[in-house]
């Protein structure tokens, strides 16, 4: 039986909707777990998440305006505050509109660049947080895929890929062994990857030649995860005390971390973004994001020609042992009762 969307545990999660750059004066039409939102901003400039339907006659409320810190609708003018409760109806000024008014309003928060949004009530108070990584940022997308959320997810926790996906930029075809890696649980039981050696053509948008690169795998939440990178010297090289393809000694400070946030907006559709941390003082943003950028363009054919589209939780699909993160991910989910966007 298909539990109904009311029912699902992914309700209670907080997922990214949009970047804070796209909200502006205008109301924002999203979609999340298969259900429409608008994301706009009250008069103090705080953002606010209603579901895009008019109580009145069931008009979405984004094809209205905000207006003196209130969303207006475009079908009657109904106005509301931020909150949700209706506080005018210009058909009759007089009325004071009871709850049974009120636009259904959701809880907002901005972190990483994104505005993140929750449909129910959960034990997390925000979206997933970051420590001690590179102090500047620069939020990358939206991608939108064809694809179930999991599945994005999993392909970027997937290192046995780089050499034919991702040839001559995070891999090559002379180093496409996947060495032996430990999988532990992090918080909440979510896999984590504490080191992991790759050989890359171009570790990074500054990278002018190959690098041994020290990667940490992190899942951060059932659409989330992160990838933090050490890299030896200014391009190339072996970390201090480490010999090329060996254990890893002691490393400088993550020079770059990429966080992939991946709203689910159907059970096959997702929104991808990604927020890249870095110590590259140098690179503009354009280059840091068109780096992102050929990369993640690289994986989304693949993503969407990649059947089915559900990410399997119970068999089907055939795994080896360089698929360590990847099977510890498909048990996380069931762990944690994930039902949309797998199968």
């Known amino acids: 039986m298909i539990p109904s969307i009311d029912a699902l545990p992914e309700r209670s999660l907080w997922h990214p909707v949009a970047a804070q750059a796209e909200l502006g004066a205008d109301p924002l039409a999203l979609t999340l777990l298969d259900q429409p939102l608008v994301l706009w901003?009250?008069?103090?400039g705080n953002a606010r998440?209603?579901?895009?339907?008019?109580p009145h006659r069931g008009t979405p409320l984004s094809m209205g305006r905000v207006h003196n810190g209130r969303l207006e609708c475009a079908y009657h003018g109904w106005q509301f505050g931020a909150d949700g409760r209706c506080v005018h109806i210009p058909a009759v000024p007089a009325f004071a509109p009871s709850s049974t008014h009120a636009a259904c309003a959701y809880e907002v928060r901005g972190a990483h660049g994104l505005w993140w949004v929750r449909l129910a009530s959960g034990a997390d108070e925000g979206p997933p947080a970051l420590a001690e990584l590179p102090p500047r940022w620069v939020v990358c997308g939206p991608y939108d895929v064809a694809t179930s959320a999991p599945r994005v997810v999993e392909n970027f926790l997937d290192t046995s890929h780089f050499g034919f996906v991702h040839e001559g930029w995070l891999g090559d075809r002379a180093h496409t062994a996947v060495p032996s890696y430990e999988v532990a649980a992090g918080p909440g039981g979510a896999p984590c990857v504490p080191h992991y050696r790759a050989w890359q053509p171009q570790a990074n948008a500054q990278a002018r030649e190959g690098a041994w690169v020290d990667y940490r795998y992190e899942v951060l939440s059932p659409y989330g995860a992160l990838l933090t990178k050490h890299v030896a010297g200014d391009a190339g090289?072996?970390?201090?005390?480490?010999?090329?393809g060996g254990e890893s000694g002691d490393v400088t400070a993550a020079q770059e971390a990429y966080a992939l946030w991946v709203c689910p907006v159907g059970a096959e559709a997702s929104r991808v973004w990604f927020?890249?941390?870095t110590r590259d003082g140098s690179s503009s943003d354009a280059s840091l994001r068109a780096f992102q950028?050929?990369?993640?363009?690289?994986?989304?054919?693949v993503l969407e020609s990649q059947r089915p589209r559900r990410l399997p939780l119970s068999g089907g699909e055939a795994h080896s042992a360089a698929d360590r993160l990847s099977a510890a991910y498909r048990r996380y989910l069931v762990a944690q009762r994930i039902t949309f966007g797998v199968c």
């Open 293 to 301: 950028h050929t990369i993640f363009t690289q994986d989304q054919p």
């Open 49 to 54: 998440a209603f579901a895009d339907r008019c």
């Open 41 to 44: 901003q009250d008069a103090s």
């Open 275 to 277: 927020t890249l941390f």
């Open 237 to 244: 090289g072996v970390p201090s005390g480490t010999e090329a």
